[in-house]
Protein backbone atom coordinates (compact mmCIF):
# COMPACT_ATOMS: atom_id res chain seq x y z
CA UNK A 1 0.00 0.00 0.00
CA UNK A 2 1.29 3.38 -1.01
CA UNK A 3 2.32 5.79 1.82
CA UNK A 4 2.98 9.32 1.38
CA UNK A 5 4.65 11.40 3.95
CA UNK A 6 5.48 15.24 3.71
CA UNK A 7 7.81 16.97 6.33
CA UNK A 8 8.03 19.21 7.57
CA UNK A 9 4.55 19.42 8.82
CA UNK A 10 4.44 23.52 8.90
CA UNK A 11 6.64 25.72 7.88
CA UNK A 12 7.56 29.43 9.02
CA UNK A 13 10.11 31.65 6.62
CA UNK A 14 10.39 35.42 6.37
CA UNK A 15 9.72 37.16 2.89
CA UNK A 16 12.09 37.01 0.13
CA UNK A 17 13.61 33.15 1.63
CA UNK A 18 14.27 30.56 -0.68
CA UNK A 19 12.59 27.06 0.55
CA UNK A 20 11.98 23.45 0.10
CA UNK A 21 9.35 21.22 1.10
CA UNK A 22 9.55 17.44 0.99
CA UNK A 23 7.77 14.36 -0.39
CA UNK A 24 8.81 10.78 -0.15
CA UNK A 25 6.76 7.75 -0.69
CA UNK A 26 6.91 4.19 -0.52
CA UNK A 27 6.68 2.37 -3.18
CA UNK A 28 8.36 3.61 -6.05
CA UNK A 29 6.08 1.65 -8.91
CA UNK A 30 4.32 5.21 -9.70
CA UNK A 31 2.63 6.68 -13.27
CA UNK A 32 3.10 10.43 -11.78
CA UNK A 33 3.83 12.86 -8.86
CA UNK A 34 1.55 15.91 -8.58
CA UNK A 35 1.99 19.02 -6.19
CA UNK A 36 -0.97 20.78 -5.29
CA UNK A 37 -1.93 24.18 -2.74
CA UNK A 38 -4.50 24.45 -0.92
CA UNK A 39 -6.27 27.95 0.91
CA UNK A 40 -8.07 27.72 3.41
CA UNK A 41 -11.43 26.91 2.84
CA UNK A 42 -11.08 26.35 -1.00
CA UNK A 43 -10.48 23.22 -3.09
CA UNK A 44 -7.31 22.12 -4.46
CA UNK A 45 -4.99 23.94 -7.38
CA UNK A 46 -2.84 21.70 -9.34
CA UNK A 47 0.91 23.32 -9.23
CA UNK A 48 3.02 20.90 -11.24
CA UNK A 49 2.97 17.57 -12.92
CA UNK A 50 6.00 15.63 -13.08
CA UNK A 51 5.10 11.93 -15.38
CA UNK A 52 7.46 9.45 -13.86
CA UNK A 53 9.62 9.52 -16.85
CA UNK A 54 10.60 13.14 -16.10
CA UNK A 55 13.25 14.26 -13.57
CA UNK A 56 11.91 17.81 -12.83
CA UNK A 57 9.10 20.66 -14.13
CA UNK A 58 9.33 24.07 -13.67
CA UNK A 59 6.57 26.78 -13.37
CA UNK A 60 7.74 30.50 -12.59
CA UNK A 61 9.37 30.25 -9.03
CA UNK A 62 8.54 26.70 -8.69
CA UNK A 63 10.44 23.80 -9.80
CA UNK A 64 10.01 20.37 -8.06
CA UNK A 65 11.69 17.26 -8.91
CA UNK A 66 11.31 13.94 -8.73
CA UNK A 67 13.53 10.55 -7.60
CA UNK A 68 11.60 7.73 -8.26
CA UNK A 69 14.41 5.28 -6.89
CA UNK A 70 14.66 7.04 -3.75
CA UNK A 71 11.34 7.62 -3.62
CA UNK A 72 11.58 11.53 -3.05
CA UNK A 73 10.49 14.57 -4.46
CA UNK A 74 10.88 18.20 -3.73
CA UNK A 75 8.98 21.08 -3.76
CA UNK A 76 10.95 24.38 -4.37
CA UNK A 77 9.76 28.08 -4.03
CA UNK A 78 11.96 30.64 -5.16
CA UNK A 79 11.88 34.26 -3.46
CA UNK A 80 8.99 33.30 -1.41
CA UNK A 81 5.86 35.99 -1.21
CA UNK A 82 3.49 36.08 1.69
CA UNK A 83 0.73 35.24 -1.12
CA UNK A 84 2.64 31.87 -1.18
CA UNK A 85 0.92 31.12 2.21
CA UNK A 86 -0.99 28.20 1.92
CA UNK A 87 -0.75 23.95 2.48
CA UNK A 88 1.14 22.09 -0.40
CA UNK A 89 0.10 18.59 -0.75
CA UNK A 90 1.93 16.47 -2.79
CA UNK A 91 0.11 13.14 -4.63
CA UNK A 92 1.51 9.86 -6.04
CA UNK A 93 -0.50 7.93 -8.61
CA UNK A 94 0.78 4.02 -8.38
CA UNK A 95 0.72 1.13 -10.37
CA UNK A 96 0.10 -0.91 -7.00
CA UNK A 97 -2.98 -1.90 -5.12
CA UNK A 98 -6.08 0.49 -6.62
CA UNK A 99 -4.28 1.93 -9.39
CA UNK A 100 -6.70 4.33 -10.27
CA UNK A 101 -6.06 6.43 -6.92
CA UNK A 102 -4.14 9.43 -6.49
CA UNK A 103 -2.51 9.04 -2.53
CA UNK A 104 -1.83 12.31 -1.06
CA UNK A 105 0.38 13.15 2.01
CA UNK A 106 -0.82 14.92 4.67
CA UNK A 107 0.80 18.24 3.67
CA UNK A 108 2.76 20.98 4.68
CA UNK A 109 1.67 24.31 6.18
CA UNK A 110 3.36 27.43 4.86
CA UNK A 111 3.84 30.64 6.22
CA UNK A 112 5.76 33.45 4.59
CA UNK A 113 5.98 36.37 6.60
CA UNK A 114 6.06 40.02 5.64
CA UNK B 1 -12.81 27.50 -18.93
CA UNK B 2 -15.27 27.23 -15.83
CA UNK B 3 -13.75 25.05 -13.29
CA UNK B 4 -15.20 21.94 -11.06
CA UNK B 5 -18.61 23.47 -8.85
CA UNK B 6 -19.70 22.53 -5.89
CA UNK B 7 -22.71 23.24 -3.47
CA UNK B 8 -23.17 23.86 -0.87
CA UNK B 9 -20.01 25.21 0.31
CA UNK B 10 -20.98 24.82 4.34
CA UNK B 11 -23.46 22.25 5.69
CA UNK B 12 -24.13 21.56 9.49
CA UNK B 13 -26.35 18.84 10.32
CA UNK B 14 -26.79 16.86 13.75
CA UNK B 15 -25.52 13.32 13.82
CA UNK B 16 -28.44 10.97 12.54
CA UNK B 17 -29.77 13.29 10.04
CA UNK B 18 -28.84 13.13 6.31
CA UNK B 19 -27.44 15.44 3.89
CA UNK B 20 -26.32 15.89 0.01
CA UNK B 21 -23.74 17.38 -2.04
CA UNK B 22 -23.51 18.06 -5.73
CA UNK B 23 -21.05 18.44 -8.09
CA UNK B 24 -20.86 19.17 -11.80
CA UNK B 25 -17.40 18.48 -13.60
CA UNK B 26 -15.43 20.14 -16.13
CA UNK B 27 -17.31 20.10 -19.52
CA UNK B 28 -16.07 17.07 -21.38
CA UNK B 29 -14.74 15.22 -18.29
CA UNK B 30 -15.59 11.73 -18.04
CA UNK B 31 -13.82 10.96 -14.77
CA UNK B 32 -15.30 11.71 -11.64
CA UNK B 33 -14.09 11.60 -8.67
CA UNK B 34 -14.63 12.31 -4.59
CA UNK B 35 -12.73 12.51 -1.98
CA UNK B 36 -13.26 13.07 1.77
CA UNK B 37 -10.84 15.84 3.74
CA UNK B 38 -10.48 15.59 7.46
CA UNK B 39 -8.83 18.13 9.06
CA UNK B 40 -5.09 17.84 8.94
CA UNK B 41 -5.31 14.83 6.59
CA UNK B 42 -4.74 14.85 2.81
CA UNK B 43 -8.17 14.18 0.83
CA UNK B 44 -8.75 10.35 0.66
CA UNK B 45 -10.74 8.83 -2.56
CA UNK B 46 -14.01 7.75 -1.78
CA UNK B 47 -15.82 6.94 -5.27
CA UNK B 48 -14.34 7.21 -9.11
CA UNK B 49 -16.82 7.34 -11.68
CA UNK B 50 -16.05 6.75 -15.53
CA UNK B 51 -19.03 8.72 -17.39
CA UNK B 52 -21.88 7.28 -15.19
CA UNK B 53 -20.31 3.86 -14.04
CA UNK B 54 -18.07 3.42 -10.59
CA UNK B 55 -14.63 2.59 -11.17
CA UNK B 56 -13.61 2.16 -7.42
CA UNK B 57 -15.91 2.79 -4.79
CA UNK B 58 -13.28 0.57 -2.23
CA UNK B 59 -12.91 3.28 0.20
CA UNK B 60 -16.32 3.90 0.28
CA UNK B 61 -18.62 3.39 3.56
CA UNK B 62 -21.55 1.97 1.57
CA UNK B 63 -23.39 1.74 4.62
CA UNK B 64 -24.33 5.14 5.01
CA UNK B 65 -22.73 6.62 2.11
CA UNK B 66 -24.08 6.31 -1.61
CA UNK B 67 -23.36 8.66 -4.52
CA UNK B 68 -24.50 8.46 -8.59
CA UNK B 69 -23.63 9.94 -11.44
CA UNK B 70 -26.58 9.79 -13.85
CA UNK B 71 -26.38 10.81 -17.30
CA UNK B 72 -22.43 11.18 -17.23
CA UNK B 73 -22.51 14.85 -16.00
CA UNK B 74 -23.02 15.69 -12.60
CA UNK B 75 -23.21 13.34 -9.40
CA UNK B 76 -24.66 13.74 -5.84
CA UNK B 77 -22.52 12.02 -2.98
CA UNK B 78 -25.15 11.59 0.05
CA UNK B 79 -24.45 10.24 3.92
CA UNK B 80 -27.87 8.85 5.51
CA UNK B 81 -27.23 8.90 8.84
CA UNK B 82 -24.45 10.88 9.25
CA UNK B 83 -21.85 10.73 12.36
CA UNK B 84 -19.53 12.81 13.93
CA UNK B 85 -16.74 11.26 12.09
CA UNK B 86 -18.06 12.37 8.95
CA UNK B 87 -17.50 16.05 9.72
CA UNK B 88 -14.79 16.90 7.04
CA UNK B 89 -14.49 18.47 3.54
CA UNK B 90 -15.63 16.90 0.80
CA UNK B 91 -14.24 17.59 -2.44
CA UNK B 92 -15.15 16.81 -6.29
CA UNK B 93 -12.66 16.33 -8.60
CA UNK B 94 -12.59 16.35 -12.64
CA UNK B 95 -10.54 14.89 -15.00
CA UNK B 96 -10.33 14.09 -18.55
CA UNK B 97 -10.35 10.65 -18.46
CA UNK B 98 -9.14 8.08 -16.91
CA UNK B 99 -5.64 7.93 -18.25
CA UNK B 100 -3.52 8.10 -15.19
CA UNK B 101 -1.11 10.51 -16.69
CA UNK B 102 -3.79 13.44 -16.24
CA UNK B 103 -4.37 16.36 -14.41
CA UNK B 104 -7.30 16.13 -11.68
CA UNK B 105 -8.98 19.05 -10.88
CA UNK B 106 -10.77 20.01 -8.21
CA UNK B 107 -13.69 22.01 -6.74
CA UNK B 108 -13.96 24.47 -4.02
CA UNK B 109 -15.25 21.83 -1.46
CA UNK B 110 -17.98 21.39 0.71
CA UNK B 111 -16.89 21.49 4.52
CA UNK B 112 -19.52 19.35 6.68
CA UNK B 113 -20.09 19.86 10.24
CA UNK B 114 -21.86 17.13 12.32
CA UNK B 115 -22.94 18.24 15.66
Known amino acids: KQEVTQIPAALSVPEGENLVLNCSFT??????LQWFRQDPGKGLTSLLL?????REQTSGRLNASLDKSSGRSTLYIAASQPGDSATYLC?????????????FGSGTQLTVLP | EAGVAQSPRYKIIEKRQSVAFWCNPISGHATLYWYQQILGQGPKLLIQ????????DSQLPKDRFSAERLKGVDSTLKIQPAKLEDSAVYLCASSFDRDRGREQYFGPGTRLTVT
Open chain 1, 27 to 32: DSAIYN
Open chain 1, 50 to 54: IQSSQ
Open chain 1, 91 to 103: AVRSYSGSARQLT
Open chain 2, 49 to 56: FQNNGVVD
